[in-house]
């Protein structure tokens, strides 16, 4: 089983995806920044799913090189959860991963994840 946390400050995350216009979209899935575009702080939303990818990242133990869309954070009505895609989902697939289960939180400044692999029964 593995663990990753991670925490993030909000307007860091907002300053960059300001500064740099594609950035969003190397990050966030369309479904992710739909989401947070339908709230009254997307910045806020879109920093909690930056801080759950690089949680999964590093409950998921991935080196360099994984590409950020294939990790989703996903919100349908209910807590959210994590779809993997593409290379990152076989990675997972071959480490003995049938799931990752994720927490997320924001306050004024911060926003953080906490994640956790769920194993093959």
């Keep these: 089983m593995g663990v ?22 190397r990050l ?36 360099a090189g994984w590409a950020w869309r294939e990790v989703e954070v996903v919100a349908d009505g209910g807590p959210p959860s994590i779809r993997l895609h593409g290379d990152v989902a076989a990675r997972a697939g071959a480490q003995g991963v049938t799931a990752v289960q994720v927490s997320l939180t924001h306050a004024r400044d911060t926003a953080g994840a906490v994640a956790l692999t769920v194993p093959a029964a």
């Design 28 to 63: 966030f899935t369309e479904a992710e920044l739909a989401y947070a575009d339908g709230t009254g702080r997307p910045g806020e939303h879109l920093a909690a799913r930056f801080a759950a990818k690089e949680a999964v990242a590093k409950a998921l133990a991935l080196e």
């Design 4 to 25: 990753g946390i991670d925490l993030v400050e909000i307007t860091r995350v907002e300053e960059a995806l300001q500064r740099r216009p594609g950035l969003a979209q």
